[in-house]
């Protein structure tokens, strides 16, 4: 049996201490993520139990009851809109930890930009900001398929919103589409898995360079105090990271990566994911 739990102690008075550097935060959420990925990897006869803590000053509970609880995310997360995907329960995170802003396909426009850039504004407390991606994304596939099947892409000329998702979507996939044919050759479209394959490296990528354009926008405040990064949520196996690219690493390596610098790393990035054995193993996987 697996049970997560929430605690509170309403007579605790203690202040949270939150992480003070980048470094520390992005440590904080990785320690987190780890602690959910074990417990969700449990084996199934074996009973496992995670308890996270919780501030009552963040509930207004007890000694706090009936104050409004004053906002202090220590980290920013750009998230999809996937319900697979719950952000604060990925990191292992409780109330008011995390400022989360989630939309489909983890690219921010509009509204999600601005919430983004009142959180770096205004948080005091915020010392990350973290591209959340994950693999399988719909957003992603269906910007997939628009590219192989353009007809797909034809049917969104009256659905301007949907078309607008895929449009953010496409440079990440044109990116990858080409480290495929430059890693794997003409012959990389007709393997087996080639459109997984292709989903896959597009959602690395997609969150690689979201992550790149937000360190862009914030550079002003990137630091020892503050920083942008990014990681893909593996829906099979819990843990956020990259797949592993030495033939003696894992196939997905849990972290956060810091995004590529320009143009170069961006390319550099793709053809070393490509080569992954992640990759590559869904490249030659049958149906």
């Known amino acids: 049996m697996i049970e997560l739990l929430l605690r509170c102690n309403p ?3 203690h202040p949270r201490a939150w992480p003070q550097t980048a470094e520390e935060a992005k440590s904080h959420l990785l320690q987190g993520q780890a602690q959910i990925a074990a417990l969700l990897n449990a084996p199934a006869n074996v009973d496992a139990r995670l308890t996270l803590p919780l501030s009552a000053a963040d509930l207004g509970a007890g000694d706090y009851a009936g104050v409004a609880p004053v906002q202090t995310p220590f980290a920013a997360v750009l998230g999809c809109s996937d319900a697979r995907v719950p952000v604060e329960f990925v990191f292992g995170q409780g109330v008011n930890a995390l400022f989360v802003v989630r939309v489909a396909g983890n690219t921010p426009a509009g509204e999600g930009s601005g919430s983004l850039d009142y959180a770096v504004a205004n948080l005091a407390d915020l010392r990350l900001l973290a591209v959340l991606g994950h693999t399988r994304c719909g957003a992603v596939t269906a910007t997939v398929d628009a590219l192989l099947e353009p007809a797909t892409y034809a049917a969104l000329a ?3 919103s949907l078309r607008a998702i895929v449009d953010s979507v496409t440079p990440p996939v044109r990116v990858a589409f080409a480290a495929l044919d430059a890693v794997y050759g003409g012959a990389a ?3 087996p898995g080639y459109r997984a394959g292709l989903i896959e490296l597009a959602a690395i990528l997609n969150a690689a360079m979201t992550a790149r354009g937000l360190r862009r ?4 405040s990137v630091g020892e105090r ?4 990014y990681g893909v949520y593996n829906l099979q196996n819990h843990m956020v990271g990259l797949p592993g690219v030495a033939e003696i690493a894992d196939v997905w390596a849990a972290g956060l990566a810091s995004p590529p610098a320009d143009d170069a790393a961006v390319d550099a990035l793709a053809k070393q994911m ?4 992640y990759i590559e193993g869904l490249l030659e996987e049958t149906a």
């Open 217 to 220: 926008a914030f550079t002003q």
């Open 158 to 160: 009256d659905k301007p």
């Open 226 to 229: 503050f920083d942008v990064v």
């Open 11 to 13: 007579s605790d008075a």
């Open 274 to 277: 490509a080569r992954s054995r």
């Open 189 to 191: 479209a007709t393997l």
